[in-house]
């Protein structure tokens, strides 16, 4: 009887002990929420990862930078982001609420490399090579020369006599044009819309003017 009673008090204290230690853990959980941001500019640090140390438990903050969590009193919390130096917080023990709230301020990691060169040729004499034979792309005035001596050349080409060999051969031509259609009737080319466009140009560019000449006194 002695042991059974014995039993029960002992069943009793290990019953009332973790009744204690579970309300003391209910007790020590709390709501933590905050903000991650520059501590420069102030704006959000988006996609930090947040963990309690020596755990897996955690979140990430949104693109706002905010973020929320269940966690203990004392616990310490790690703030990692891309291009921002890690952070910690301990969550203090003297917090009488459920929740806490926290402004968590992250640093830019600011990174110093060394210079680097890039070619686009494998070697030194390569490049050399290459900048000796390079052709340059003409200015506006290297252009505008060369459109100036197209017209002058054209010009020079209207206007230059015949030689005589392009009498000759004209004459040649009118020979042949005779002979083909010798013993009959050579084609009327008021129909002919070759013939018209031809003679259009011509008169476009002046040539069936009267050409004045100077006569001395």
Do not use: C
């Amino acid at each position: 009887m002695k042991n059974f009673l014995t039993a029960v008090r002992i069943l009793l204290l290990l019953l009332i002990s973790s009744f204690l230690q579970a309300q003391d853990f209910r007790n020590d959980l709390i709501q933590f929420s905050g903000v991650t941001i520059t501590g420069d500019s102030l704006n959000p640090v988006a996609y930090t990862k947040i963990i309690i140390k020596n755990t897996n438990k955690g979140t990430t903050s949104d693109i706002f930078g905010f973020f929320s969590f269940v966690a203990h009193k004392k616990d310490t919390v790690l703030f990692n982001a891309m291009g921002f130096k890690p952070a910690s917080f301990v969550i203090p023990d003297t917090i009488t609420k459920f929740r806490y709230s926290l402004i968590q301020l992250m640093t830019i990691d600011t990174l110093t490399l060394s210079d680097a060169y890039i070619f686009p040729w494998p070697t030194y004499e390569d490049f050399k090579r290459a900048f000796v034979n390079l052709k340059i792309p003409d200015d506006d005035l290297e252009r505008a020369r060369k459109n100036l001596e197209a017209i002058d050349f054209q010009m020079r080409v209207d206007n230059y006599p015949m030689d005589s060999r392009m009498n000759y051969n004209n004459y040649i031509e009118n020979q042949t044009s005779r002979l083909y259609y010798f013993g009959q009737q050579q084609p009327f080319n008021i129909f002919n819309p070759f013939a018209w466009a031809k003679f259009i140009q011509a008169w476009k560019e002046g040539a069936f003017k009267k050409k004045k000449y100077k006569t001395g006194n």
